[in-house]
């Protein structure tokens, strides 16, 4: 996979450091109060606080398999694979923990995130020792 293939990731990786600060600028005009959406402590507020810091995570992990893949000598189904992998998990956390945040039993929802971004891991590190 060229360079260009992963400028999706790029791409993704800029989009969710805005959407990690306008969140937090949403977030923040209500912090001060004590007991927004059930105080510091609560299961609603901590998942939003989860949803808001991984715009910045996830941002960060697509940042580094669009460097990561500029290395790659060429177009392959892992490489394909792992990008897309990397692109669901970042969209579909944030997405996931704010659903949680109202609804608890949605937390079979996180398997989304969670076995895409592992499988884009391995995928990736895969990739990275074959070179």
Known sequence: MNWHGAQLNLFLAWFWIVAGFVSGFFFGLFFHKENW?????SFKRRLYRL???SFFGLASINFLFYLTARNF???SVTVTVASWGFVIGAVSMPVCCLAMAHRPRLRALFLIPVVSLITAGILTLW???KL
């Open 127 to 129: 990739e990275v020792i």
């Open 51 to 53: 949803a808001h810091i």
């Open 73 to 75: 000598n060429s177009a």
């Open 37 to 41: 959406l059930g105080g510091y402590a």
